[in-house]
């Protein structure tokens, strides 16, 4: 008998009671969590109640705002443009010469000294490295020395995959777009020597240590990074082989750090990338003194198809990277309007807390209910 | 699939169309032509059984709707019909088009994989679950009649097939429909429960095959030559045609009297034989299963819509996309630098580009349609589910049953309903029949004492039902020790108590004899001891003691007017007693019937004298012209009347003859002594002859502890009322109906016919032969319109008789106006005498009907036409119904929360109003309108001459209300202190629903808050509900318990069945099912609330949420030439919807707690909100948006200015963006929910430690998996970057700030009513219940107003305020007249109350 009921009950979805069963109460259980009695937190928002957050947040705010806004301006940072568009620029005769390699000349004058570790990076803009294609064109196991993709690449990399039935390494559009300008910095120290000082540049230590150690590998194999690289070719656009890119072996290949800085590709259209490491010689000197200093480029790279613009950039670093002030702005904004908005806060309590929301209140109802009448089309009748 | 979901749609159709015409089913579809042939499944016939049944299914059941090999398939076939489904298989597929593919393949499959894989493994969890209870099922075991070893062995369920022999024992299941051919019950009868089934725990019979009853040894399956023909297989439960044809051509009908269903379980009955029909799918049982019910509830149509508009925004944000692209594109289609050409080297045009983007961003943007809605709502609404039926005030001690939620998608509609249908017996009332009074021959009888023990029952019962449980139980324990007590003090006091009922000495005594006589079982039906108790009239007992032998002594040459009287009170207690279905047996042994083996005729051959007697005293006779026959036969009286000692003395009678003939009382005291030492001897008695006797001797102890097994409380009331007055039913066979009746000792009615109750004709009969006068007997019990219009004004015996009849039905029918003003259900009892001839003629013709196929229902109908006509009345009864516990209170709550309430019954129209006004539906100052008028023209007139009365009242506002579509009602009767409430009746509700005066019916209910609907049919109550519902376009819920209201439930957008005593079919057709009508308003003023706000508030969340996020994509396509681009991971993208954000948002909808319970229940107003969808309003949605679109610009603009022109990478640059829009998200959750308990905490904790935990794992592992976003080491370069941090705080505090300030200022200068109630929960409970009593103040003045008003009229002389009956009868005579003068004053003090109303106005609203 039990189960023909229970056929019914299943169907039907009925709570199993078989009558002649054993006396199984249905009674639920009366437990908090059942009858939805949980101790709760319930957070009224009320003028009174929040007054305290909208003070404490501006109160925070502010020096934080004001904080990073003095480190950000105590970032010296120094933009060089050497696009060469105009035909003022030393490097204009670049962008129509066939001469190569084209070696232009800008010079620029510091008027504060550069104090501590100074960053030198190249700067293109309007260039879209995000373009979801060119993002895509890449072939990340090949980068870290898998073999069987270094001779066989992902097909991401089309049309940059192959050329003439070998495979290219590194492939890709990223790899093949890579850029190419050759930057030097000379202090022309004073007028009476006129012999510049060639800046030391530090090729290394320009990449995340992980990429540099962990990502970023070259094939393996025990001679020379030529042997290793066999069977492949370079890049359609580039000069050399992605083996003899360095002299050094241990920036050379995939673990170029240039490479490996370019193949670590921008999020916006406009952006740097770290060239070189000026590194503090001692703590008397500043790593570069104010003067004159001229810029040397081997100008390889073409921008002015996509009307992108290229700048030399030379930057001191914060604990918070280099020089942006809005964060300190947006910062001193954010805290002054929450002040602001806790004073009104204030008002509020202190005037409507003695008729505990009822005044004010009942107002708002009433217009409130004329309103709905009005949109229900009828005249409000009380 | 498809197939067989429209299939169970058209089966839910017909069940539903079946039961909304009463089981009348004559427009039942596909059933001419198509007729099953049943051949006995045995040897002869082997070829034409063959032939025949080939077809027919066997009996193995299979409800699931996979098998092993087809799940997988069949499942995703399934899955992929939801629109949602396919759109994001969609995606799928698109991302695998290498022009436009955005993400890596595999990725985009992922949220469709694990969405598909959650319903099905839910889907196959719910099919095994069911497969292991087929199997169970399949694998029971029955007898079933084996060709080869010529007996009955077991066998399976599942084996069992069409033409199968079954024999049954008592309390074994039926395994399949089968037609009755034996049983051991002499009379052929087989009584089965079908709790089972419908849920109906009392006890039916079913007949063997006519023609079968009488052979004595069990039918012999080898010797069964005949062929069945029944209808096709079909779900109709209370229908069964066909015919038995045996070999010689001849036919028997079938009905539904012959068959046994699946599922039931037989009882009383020590075997039966039978042969199956229908088996496994195709039983009755199988074919009424609907399965689960999908309805789709109104929030989720409105998210559909919003779902439709992110569609839209989704277009719009691709084709924006497609274009700039397009645009970007021919600037800078030359430069192959970063415009990479096509892998063979050319390079695509940018039109062709930009359409290409167009679908690339489709599948960027896709989360845009949340595609985690759809499970998350699911998982919502599981989880309210799952706390409406744990929550404990819904349980009931008495039914041990808690709220069962039977569609499970649709809980947040109960936070919006706006009407609500109400059934009133049995569900606002207990439905426990109580008899009140009765008018027998034109008099009245009070049963005062009856209507005070009812008060101490009320006072004392309906608190604490255990304690009358165990007071009859103990009392039960007394009773058995008084059999002994009874032997040794013959003459006792308890002895001595029946003879003092019909002496009508003392009713004191009576009436405590009577309760103390209480017997309450648990197994049956319909017999608390409110019930059955029924303490006599006083003066009906002495009027009833006048029923003895001695009347027909005495009858020569004396008084003839009394004696006319009581033959019209013996007659009207015989139809108590035997015009019904009610089945009898004794409670000490459940289930057992009570066997009279013997009643073979022989105390019938034993009252021959007196039955020829009295056929000549008939109530026909017994008029003038009988007296002279009377007068005719003196000498015959005293023979007959020594006949009469002689059958006396044959029941072992000690007493002497003078005691028979002296005073009753004495005479029934000697009796009653036997009748208690027989009682002792009756068990080891085995001669039927005399325990029959002996039991039906009056005032025989045994009589108390009958039980009767009644269909309706209301026959179960009147047999107890009946058994009260000593004439008790003793026992119902199909043949013959045995009643003790007092003084005359046991009659047995030959039972010729019964023609059974139906909701359209109102009434049933039954056909005797009435063993006195030999005549052929109708007697007829009905509603008092379907009987007053069926009595015959004209009688043979001339105009006296005649008079004495129209002064009866006057006076009745002022005693049933009466009746029905006190609130009780009104019943006529009618006679007539038919001659022998005049039965014949009608027996052939109802013959024909009974074994039709096709037509049969009509032809029944109008074959009971033609007997039930030319009635005598005899009188009328009163059954009280109570209310239920609480529902006063309940409706009033449910009012203030605005909630219009319209009560639909068959219930006359006086009773209806004063039930109404019990219950508090109605108000003493209510205005009521009565509609009751005879023809289409007078209603319209009607109903013009109320509207403007009413318009003309609210002078403001008139024509308005009409119907202005897809705008919700006005609540126009709360603001005018009086309310209006409409009365209607069922026939004028017949014009009202008519297409052309629906509209003006609709306008003027929309004036009333309350509607009451007597007289209606099941049909026009859902006819009324499904004009509401689509005209007004407002949330409806249809509540009720009997079959009758089935077809409402079905069609209102909330069913809601009360399992009460009628049965379960009302429960099985419903959405939600409660015990008591009171449990509806904490159902819908707390659930049903809370539901509504959660889930409205969940579902804005996730639209919210997946906007806020995918914009973020969005606007990093202004920045990456609109390639499609993205600058976060895939996985941490795909994940942080599927993931990292996706609990909290079910945690909020399943726990979100915006006000308490008991605010919520003390302030019913906060109601409103969710029936004017506050929560969720198109404004809302928009709003919503919108600040979903300025958080999204604030987390991509921050990190972008701050990271501008710097050398940060793409994904790096992704990282922080990612980060603040997870605290973004999770925050606004917090700064939304009102409520945060632990859990949410640890959910909130828990998404962002997964969040970091991943992206560190991932950011650590994953060197150069997933190209090509490559997460490597980004996240722990970045959480070691104070940069990042303060990014992300910043990000934080920006996005949330606007919305933040606007709670806060919307906390503190215009709190909504929900946030005020808010303020009370925080409070202690002694300033809390001071706050709300100072809430209510506010509420109440505006009802002081109003009774000011109300007073002020009265005082004028128009209107005097009295009771509520009478105020109503008052109002509803002249109603029209009294308002003719009113508006004027009214407007005037609606003046002078303006202000003060005012201030009290916000309160009763928003």
Sequence with gaps: MAASYRVNEEVDGRPPCAPGGPPKTQRPDNTAFKQQRLPTWQPILTAGTVMPTFFIIGLVSGPIGIGVLVTSNRVQEIHIDYTGTEPSSPCNKCLSTVVTPCICTINFTLEEAFKGNVYMYYGLSNFYQNHRHYVKSRDDNQLSGDFRALLNPSRECEPYRRNEDKPIAPCGAIANSMFNDTLELFLITNKSNPTPVSIPLKKKGITWWTDKNVKFRNPPGGGSLEERFKGTTKPLNWRTPVYMLDSEDDNNGFINEDFIVWMRIAALPTFRKLYRLIEQNNDLHPTLPAGRYYLNITYNYPVHSFDGRKRMILSTISWMGGKNPFLGIAYITVGSISFLLGVVMLVIDHKYKNNSNTDIALQFYILKTKLWHMYQGQPYSA | ?1406
């Design chain 2, 1 to 1406: 699939m498809g197939g067989r979901t429209r299939s169970d749609d058209e089966r839910l159709y017909n069940y539903s169309s079946l039961l909304a015409c009463g089981g009348k089913s004559s427009q039942t579809p596909k059933l001419a032509g198509k007729h099953r042939v049943v051949i006995p499944h045995l040897q002869p016939f082997k070829d034409e059984y063959n032939r025949f049944s080939g077809t027919y299914v066997n009996n193995r059941i299979r409800t699931t709707k996979y098998t092993l090999l087809n799940f997988v398939p069949r499942n995703l076939f399934e899955q992929f019909h939801r629109a949602a489904n396919l759109y994001f298989l969609f995606l799928v597929v698109l991302n695998w088009v290498p022009l436009v593919e955005a993400f890596q393949k595999e990725i985009t499959m992922l949220p469709l994989v694990v969405v598909l894989t959650i319903i099905a493994i839910k889907d196959g969890l719910e099919d095994y679950r069911k497969y292991k209870i087929d199997k169970h099922i399949n694998n029971l075991v029955t007898k079933v009649y084996s060709r080869k070893e010529k007996k009955y062995v077991d066998c399976c369920w599942k084996d069992v097939t069409v033409g199968d022999f079954i024999r049954l024992s008592c309390n074994e299941i039926i395994p399949a429909d089968i037609v009755l051919l034996f049983s051991t019950d002499p009379d052929g009868i087989c009584h089965i429960e079908t709790s089972g089934l419908d849920g109906e725990s009392n006890l039916k019979q079913r007949q063997v095959v006519r023609g079968y009853a009488e052979q004595d040894p069990e039918v012999d399956p080898e010797k069964f030559s005949s062929r069945i023909e029944c209808e096709s297989p079909n779900n109709d439960l209370n229908r069964f045609r066909g015919f038995l044809e045996h070999s010689n051509k001849q036919r028997v009908g079938l009905s539904k009297e012959n068959l046994l269903l699946r599922g039931c379980t037989i009882r009383n009955t020590e075997a039966v034989v039978g042969i199956v029909v229908y088996a496994g799918h195709e039983t009755k049982a199988m074919l009424n299963n609907p399965g689960p019910r999908y309805k789709r509830s109104k929030l989720e149509r409105r998210a559909n819509t919003d779902v439709l508009w992110c569609i839209l925004l989704l277009v719009i944000m691709c084709l924006t996309g497609a274009l700039a692209h397009g645009i970007w594109l021919s600037r800078y289609e030359s430069v192959l630098f970063f415009n990479i050409p096509e892998p063979d080297g050319h390079i695509v045009s940018p039109a062709l580009a930009g359409f290409y983007m167009f679908w690339t961003m489709i599948i960027l943007l896709q989360v845009l349609i949340p595609i985690s809605l759809y499970v998350s709502i699911e998982i919502v609404k599981l989880g309210q589910i799952y706390f409406i039926q744990s929550d404990v005030d819904f349980y009931s001690e008495k039914m041990d049953s808690t709220v069962q939620c039977r569609a499970l998608n649709i809980a947040e509609d109960l936070g919006q309903i706006q009407y609500l249908f109400s059934d009133k017996t049995g569900t606002l009332t207990e439905n426990k029949m109580v008899f009140r009074r009765c008018s027998v021959a034109g008099f009245d009888y009070c049963h005062e004492e009856n209507a005070r023990r009812l008060e101490s029952y009320q006072e004392a019962v309906s608190e604490d039902e255990d304690y009358t449980d165990t007071l009859s139980g103990s009392l039960n324990n007394v009773a058995k020790p008084r059999a002994p007590c009874c032997r040794t003090v013959p003459g006792g006091a308890l002895g001595s108590k029946p003879s003092d009922h019909l002496s009508g000495s003392t009713c004191a005594v009576g009436s405590g004899e009577g309760a103390s006589e209480v017997f309450h079982s648990r197994q049956a039906a319909f017999s608390s001891p409110i019930e059955t108790d029924v303490v006599p009239d006083t003066r009906l007992l002495n009027k009833f003691g006048q029923i003895t032998p001695h009347l027909f002594t005495s009858l020569d040459g004396t008084i003839q007017r009394p004696a006319l009287e009581t033959f019209y009170i013996m007659d009207f207690f015989i139809a108590l007693a035997i015009c019904n279905t009610v089945v009898v047996c004794a409670p000490n042994q459940p289930r057992q019937k009570i066997r009279l083996s013997s009643l073979s005729g022989t105390p019938i051959r034993s009252l021959e004298e007196i039955k020829n007697l009295f056929q000549r005293l008939s109530v026909r006779k017994s008029s003038s012209p009988s007296l002279a026959s009377g007068k005719e036969l003196p000498p015959g009286v005293p023979s007959t009347f020594v006949s009469r000692l002689s059958l006396f003395s044959r029941m072992k009678l000690t007493s002497p003859m003078e005691e028979e003939v002296s005073p009753m009382n004495e005479s029934s005291q000697g009796c009653s002594n036997s009748a208690c030492c027989m009682q002792i001897e009756k068990p080891h008695s085995s001669a039927g002859l005399t325990d029959s006797k002996v039991e039906s001797l009056p005032g025989s102890p045994l009589a108390s502890n009958l039980c009767y097994e009644a269909e309706s409380p209301d026959e179960a009331a009147l047999v107890y009322a009946a058994r009260a007055y000593q004439c008790t039913l003793r026992s119902r066979t199909p043949e013959q109906v045995m009643v003790d009746f007092a003084a005359l000792g046991p009659l047995t009615f030959q039972l010729l016919h019964i023609l059974p109750f139906d909701s359209v004709r109102k009434r049933m009969s039954v056909v005797v032969r009435h063993p006195l006068s030999n005549e052929v007997v109708v007697y007829t019990k009905g509603a008092d319109s379907a009987i007053m219009e069926l009595l015959s004004g004209v009688s043979p015996d001339g105009a006296n008789q005649e008079k004495e009849q129209m002064i009866i039905r006057e006076k009745t029918q002022k005693h049933l106006d009466d009746y029905a003003k006190r609130g009780l259900r009104t019943l006529c009892i009618a006679k007539k005498v038919m001659s022998d001839t005049e039965y014949a003629e009608w027996l052939r013709n109802h013959f024909l009907a009974e074994t039709s196929i096709d037509n049969r229902e009509e032809l029944l109908i109008e074959s009971a036409m033609r007997l039930e006509n030319k009635l005598t009345l005899l009188g009328a009864t009163g059954i009280e119904d109570r209310l239920q516990e609480g529902v006063p209170e309940s409706i009033e709550a449910l009012h203030k929360a605005g909630i219009k309430i319209w009560m639909l019954t068959g219930d006359k129209q006086e009773t209806a109003v004063n039930i109404a006004y019990a219950c508090k539906l109605l108000e003493p100052e209510d205005r009521l309108f009565i509609l009751n008028s005879q023809s289409n023209d007078a209603c319209e007139v009607e109903m013009s001459v109320i509207l403007k009365e009413l318009q003309k009242k609210t002078p403001a506002s008139p024509g308005q209300a009409s119907l202005r579509k897809c705008s919700p009602q006005p609540p126009l009767t709360q603001d005018s202190g009086q309310r209006a409430a409409l009365v209607i009746t069922g026939k004028t509700l017949e014009f009202a629903l008519q297409e052309s005066l629906q509209r003006q019916f609709l306008e003027l209910t929309a004036w009333s808050h309350t509607v009451v609907c007597c007289r209606a049919t099941p049909l026009q109550k859902s006819e009324v509900v499904k004009l509401v519902r689509s005209h007004l376009q407002v949330m409806t819920l249809a509540i009720g318990d009997g079959a009758n209201d089935v077809s409402m439930i079905q069609v209102a957008d909330i069913g809601i069945g009360v399992s009460g005593q009628e049965g379960m079919q009302a429960v099985m057709a419903s959405d939600f099912a409660i015990s008591q009508f009171r449990h509806l308003s904490k159902l819908l003023l707390v659930h049903g609330h809370w539901c509504y706000t959660r889930l409205s508030n969940m579902i804005l969340y996730f639209f919210y949420k997946n906007v806020a996020y995918v914009n973020l994509l969005f606007w990093y396509q202004f920045f990456c030439g609109f390639s499609g681009t993205s600058m976060t991971d895939y996985w941490v993208l795909i994940f942080f919807n599927l993931l990292f954000t996706s609990a909290p948002p079910v945690i909020y909808g399943v726990l979100e707690k915006d006000v308490s319970a008991d605010t919520l229940m003390q302030l019913p107003e906060l109601y409103q909100s969710g029936q004017k969808s506050e929560a969720y309003l198109p404004l809302t949605f928009w709003i919503t948006l919108l600040d979903a679109f300025y958080q999204s610009l604030i987390c991509f603009f921050v990190p972008y200015f701050t990271y501008q022109g710097s050398d940060i990478d793409i994904f790096t640059f992704g990282n922080p963006l990612n980060t603040a829009a997870l605290f973004v998200i999770l925050l606004h959750l917090i700064i939304e929910s009102q409520n945060l308990t632990w859990i949410h905490m640890l959910v909130m904790i828990g998404s962002i430690l997964s969040y970091f935990f991943f992206a560190l794992v991932f950011g650590a592992m994953c060197v150069t998996c997933n190209p090509p976003s490559n997460p490597y080491w980004i996240m722990q370069e970045h959480m070691l970057d104070p940069v990042f941090y303060l990014v992300c705080i910043l990000t934080t505090c920006i996005a949330l700030l606007p919305r933040f300030t606007y709670r806060v200022l919307q906390g503190s200068l215009f709190p909504s009513l929900i946030l005020r109630a808010k303020h009370l929960d925080r409070l202690t409970p002694e300033e809390r219940a001071e706050a709300l009593k100072k809430w209510r103040g506010a509420g109440k003045k505006n009802q002081v107003t109003s009774k000011y008003v109300d007073q002020s009229t009265g005082k004028s002389g128009r209107r005097p305020v009295s009771g509520p009956s009478a105020h109503a009868m008052k109002s509803a005579t002249s109603c029209a007249a009294e308002q003719g003068d009113l508006p004027l004053c009214e407007t005037a003090l609606d003046l002078g109350f303006s202000a003060p109303e005012a201030s009290d106005m916000m309160d009763p609203k928003i």
